[in-house]
Structures are given as C-alpha cells and as structure tokens.
C-alpha cells in the first residue's frame, strides 16, 4: 500500500508569491495535518482537517490556510510568502478517532524563499 | 510554539553501543510517539505508548511511557550504522495537536 504522498518535493519561489502544496493521506485514513519544520527544529503543528473539517489550528498567520476534498486529500496554501516560510512542509495522515493518534507522515516538501 | 525538552542534542557512539534518550514536557499527555527522521525524508513512526509506565519494544528499541505521563524514554541497543539519523519524540493529550521535541541528533562511528 503506498503511504502518504506529497508533491512537489521541492519548490523555490520568491517573497510576496503564492504556494499550494499537496498531499494524499494513506488510503483509508481520513484525517491529514499539515506541520512546518525549519531546519534544527521538530515539526510545528499548522492545521488538522477531518472528514473535510478544520479539527485544528496552530500559531501561525492567516496567510496560512488549507482544505480537505471529499476523497480526503489536501491542499497547504501559503500567501504572501516571506523569507521566514522557508521550511520543510511535511503532511501526516491518521485514522483519527479511537486509540489512534498515531501520524503517519509523507516525505515533506522543501519549500525555499528567495 | 510549544515543544518538548529532549535530551541529549547530539550523541556520537561507536558501533555497537546503547543508546539512551529522554523527552520532558510540561503537560501530561496521554500518547507518546517516537519518530526517527533520515536527512531529505518525512519522520517515520517507531514506537507509540499510550499508557503510563508502558515499555514497549520494537527490535533493537525499547521505549517507555513515565509513570508520571511527562516524559518519555527510548533506548537503542548495539547500535548499528544505519541508526545514524535525528530521533523525535511527540506527545498530545486527547485530540489535541503532536507536539514534538527538538530531537536527538546520532551519529554512529564505525
């Protein structure tokens, strides 16, 4: 079974543009969660979507935004972007509900702000 | 945002040698996760706890839950090249979102 996708691997953009990052969850899992992880860090928690549903938010700006499609897959928009986005973008999906917190996470996306 | 405090940052051991790391956290949490994470890839589950004081073992790793639900400990033993990588640990309580340590950067001398 494949595990969770995500595409592009890498992406260079410039300050002010505008990025959509993709993810496809493990097939049967229904929850995906976006995280950022700048370089020497842990992942930092930026949304959680079930069932199409925003599940959670963290500490990050409104430029930040994301949704969930009816097959469960899901898109990490990020506006006016700043030197500071530059991060690896990792999305982790999970069965939800349950004993299940387990986060399975894809290979990421390098997204790099010149 | 919030973190965890893991400890140590780095490790350099010789092959065949155990390994100890920890993870504290301000909270109490109710599932603990350990990640390891290899250079241009996603973290890849380990182990997950979900009940205090439980030691749970996957081949050469063994990790427990602290009786006092913040902290955690996971131990590698004869360590082998390929163990080389950043270990992570994560916790939440409930529904609420993972939150991960800084890691455990090991590395492994031949």
């Known amino acids: 079974d494949a595990g969770v996708t995500q595409s592009p691997t890498h992406l260079i953009k410039t300050r002010g543009q505008q990025v959509t990052l993709r993810c496809s969850p493990i097939?049967?899992?229904?929850?995906v969660s976006w995280y950022q992880q700048v370089l020497g860090q842990g992942p930092q928690f930026i949304f959680q979507?079930?069932?199409?549903?925003?599940?959670g938010r963290g500490n990050f700006p409104d430029r930040f935004s994301a949704r969930q499609f009816p097959n469960y897959s899901s898109e990490l928009n990020v506006n006016a972007l700043l030197l500071g986005d530059s991060a690896l973008y990792l999305c982790?999906?999970?069965?939800?509900?349950?004993?299940?917190?387990?986060?399975?996470f894809g290979p990421g996306t390098r997204l790099t702000v010149l | 945002g919030q973190q965890l405090n893991q400890s140590p940052q780095s490790m350099f051991i010789q092959e065949g040698e155990d390994v100890s790391m920890n993870c504290t956290s301000s909270?109490?949490?109710?599932?603990w996760l350990w990640y390891k994470q290899d250079p241009g890839e996603g973290p890849v589950l380990l182990i997950a706890?979900?009940?205090?004081?439980e030691l749970t073992s996957n081949g050469r790793l063994t990790a427990q839950f602290g009786i006092t639900r913040k902290d955690s400990f996971l131990n590698i033993s004869a360590s082998i090249p390929s163990d080389v990588g950043i270990y992570f640990c994560?916790?939440?309580?409930?529904?609420?979102?993972?939150?991960f340590g800084k890691g455990t950067r090991l590395s492994v001398i031949a």
């Open positions: 994560a916790g939440n309580s409930g529904n609420t979102p993972l939150v």
């Open positions: 982790a999906s999970s069965s939800y509900g349950g004993s299940s917190n387990e986060q399975f």
């Open positions: 097939s049967g899992h229904k929850s």
């Open positions: 979507y079930y069932e199409k549903e925003e599940r």
């Open positions: 909270s109490i949490f109710n599932t």
């Open positions: 706890l979900y009940k205090a004081g």
